[in-house]
């Protein structure tokens, strides 16, 4: 539970035991190549530069943007949320123009305004699953229409726990992070560029750590591999045993693990009158936003006080609101290795102990 880093599955906890191998040497390179074949199933791509980069989720996304935005290009990003508005600040640093398109927070974005909202853009970018709000924005039909433009996700909520397929949907870049539902601790940031926007890299980014081209030598040449900066090797020991993981139980079960849990949530909330935040159909499984029941709180007791009661007496983390949604609403999140009915029925069962 905790819609920030979750309680890593226990093989990952293991893989932090193994004995450390220099970052060139010949077994770890080995294993990196696997971590990335790994990465490459889940995200259901042949993308060729397929590879965690070496920082949180953010270091996904800057890394996306510094490669492929440069002043006066025209982006177009879909804003419903914190994780879009920190795409557009991210884009404005690149000096790129940027065409925010909105929907209310809560609700979906709808595709046909993204793809109308410009003739021409070098890059439309979208946040999968927003984990400010728990609402799903469609990646398919943008892709379909993309035209020119290249198509940018941020999977870091939904990697592991809803599709994704970045082929079948024309994405052409793709981020997530480790600590959402992949089961792992924070620290890396899964990235995956396709062979077309492989070609529009730009030849010399802003940043020297999250150049591209450089990196590439490193994690996908063939051969002796180019020293670029010391691989976290024991993050990618942890992230390669939580994708073995994932890939052992079946990505298309691990899914089905993540919905049996957020219907059961949502039912369970809804039926005890709590409203949820995005309509049925953009909800999130591993995600769930909800409205804080004012109504419920005992006497003097702020909606931050069962917060904090739920953590100290039963040990469930659940988080409040982020940005306009601060103090309004609460985000619970059920992924990886938490998402498990004993923990929803468990929560639930809090709730109504804690609530009047
Ligand atoms: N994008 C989304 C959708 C997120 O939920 C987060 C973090 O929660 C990020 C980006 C940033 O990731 P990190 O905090 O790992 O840097």
């Known amino acids: 539970m905790g819609p920030g880093p979750c309680n890593p599955y226990p093989e990952v906890t293991q893989a932090f035991t193994r004995p450390l191998l220099g970052h060139l040497d010949a077994e770890f390179i080995a294993l990196l190549d696997e971590t990335c074949e790994r990465l490459r199933a889940v995200f259901r791509t042949d993308n060729a530069l397929t590879f965690p980069v070496s920082g949180t989720g953010s270091a996904g996304m800057e890394a996306a943007f510094v490669n492929l935005v440069t002043r006066g290009d025209t982006v177009v990003i879909g804003v419903n949320g914190v994780f879009g508005q920190r795409m557009c600040d991210l884009a404005a640093r690149c000096e790129a123009d940027v065409i925010a398109v909105e929907a209310e927070w809560g609700a979906p974005l709808d595709p046909q305004r993204l793809l109308e909202a410009h003739p021409n853009p070098t890059l439309i970018a979208v946040v999968h699953a927003e984990t400010s709000t728990g609402v799903r924005n469609d990646l398919a039909e943008l892709g379909a229409a993309k035209g020119d433009a290249l198509l940018l996700a941020d999977c870091v909520t939904s990697l592991g726990g809803i599709d994704v397929r970045l082929d079948d949907w024309g994405v052409d870049v793709a981020y997530s992070g480790t600590q959402k539902c992949l089961g792992v601790p924070p620290g890396l940031a899964p990235l995956s560029v396709s062979d077309r926007a492989m070609e529009r890299l730009l030849k010399r980014p802003q940043s020297w750590y999250f150049d591209l081209q450089m990196i590439a030598d490193y994690v996908t040449g063939s051969g002796a ?28 079960a691990a899914q089905a693990r993540h919905q049996q849990c957020g219907d059961l949530l949502q039912d369970g909330l809804e039926s005890r009158g709590f409203e949820l935040v995005p309509p049925p159909g953009a909800r999130l499984p591993q995600l769930t936003s909800v409205r804080v029941p004012e109504s419920r709180l005992p006497k003097s007791v702020s909606e931050a006080d069962i917060r904090k009661e739920l953590l100290n007496r039963y040990g469930i983390e659940i988080g409040g609101g982020l940005g306009a949604f601060a103090g309004k609403c609460w985000r619970i999140g059920c992924m990886g290795h938490t998402a498990r009915p004993r923990n929803v029925t468990l929560l639930l069962a809090a709730l109504d102990e804690l609530l009047v």
Do not use: F, K, N
């Open 225 to 252: 591999r180019a020293y670029h900066h010391t691989a976290p090797i024991s993050m990618i020991y942890a992230l390669h045993a939580g994708l073995g993981v994932v890939l052992d139980e079946g990505l298309a």
